[in-house]
């Protein structure tokens, strides 16, 4: 079993890794029939109740109403439920054995985590920057602020359980096409941001791409820059099976899901986030939950750890230029992330929050492998510095369904070219084409 402290960066027990979904229900009883199942799956695993919309996004009017009515939501409505009954649902559950997560989307997330804190649960996840440019159109500078004093809500908790634990959504931004050197400066980032405010407890994510031998230099960069910014923090790192346009077929989306577990093998990540072969279509069942824990969980223990790669220095340099452009901004880490995007020093490519500059651009190169076709105001070089930077509607799309075409086709995974920058850039096409697409 996962021994007391995991979410503070030890694993006891077999070692093996710890395997998590992303699953939640707004009916109690579903929900605690979700977590006994994957408690007794068999596999090292980790609880979640994943929030609804309403919630996450502050509407807690109408997720009482929808509960009034009867009305299956698409997660678990915390506030609405209170704090006593969500006490009273995972009272059965040892958290020192069976940790469970809270995970919720939120941007502002102060009234969440008050809530979370009162039911016992001292696991969640987000950040200023993670939780805020993709998903919501909140300023950033009140997100920021909002941030800083749920950090500090956290770090004074004194209850059972403590600390508590923070995982920082920074390697997960919009999910896919955002260049690995950006995700692991991000991921820093927000971590220092949690150390300034108290936080103590923390894992760093990493989103699967669209090429294994890049998502290892890329880890790998990302555990040199935790030992070397983060080292007074408890910490371990967690992957997320690929968050894009996922394969239709069961063998693709099983064959995606396994190389994502043999990812986190290979770098010897402490937890995997795992998506099922419903991803394309509907919300997963529990069966299918459980099925993808225990999938995920055989493709880690059949892979051997480490291997003759790269060691992602070029990654790690990108993202440390990064990192140290934007804390010569300011002494307080939020509001020198607040600059660095003002300036443009930050960049998240496809992003349509009004605070992102939204300049940079990325593309998949013939092997896969992400890369900038223009950076924007960012202080690191573009791979092709001497084409233009605009990309068609149509070549966008194509990039998005890239990992969908390679694993429902015939080969299940191996690249293709049909991501060849030829195919993708357009000339006559504006950032204009760029911003529909991403919004249809």
Known sequence: MIGLGFFGGRVAGSGEMVVQSRMGFSDPVRMLEGLRSVRDAGVEAVGTITLDSFTRTGDLRRAREELLHGTPLNGFPLIAHGAAMTRELIAEFDQSIFPIQLRHGSARPYAIFQEMLAAGITATEGGPISYCLPYSREPLYAVVAEWARSCELLAAYEG?????HLETFGGCMLGQLCPPGLLVALNILEALFFLQHGVRSISLSYAQQTNQQQDIEAIRALRRLADERIGEAAWHVTIYTYMGVYPKSRKGALSLLGQSARLAALTGSERLIVKTVAEAFRIPTIGENVEALKWAAAAARDTALGGAHDDGHDIYQEARTLIDAVLEQHSSVGTALVSAFRRGLLD?????????????RAIIDPVGRLQWASTGG???????PARTARISSAGLLSMLDYNRRRFDSHDHGSPRNDSDPDHVYKEGNNHDDDRAAAAG
């Open 160 to 164: 059972p359980g403590g600390p508590v």
């Open 348 to 360: 998240v490519p496809y992003c349509l929050h009004p605070d992102n500059p939204n300049q940079a």
């Open 378 to 384: 960012m202080p690191i070089a573009a791979y092709s």
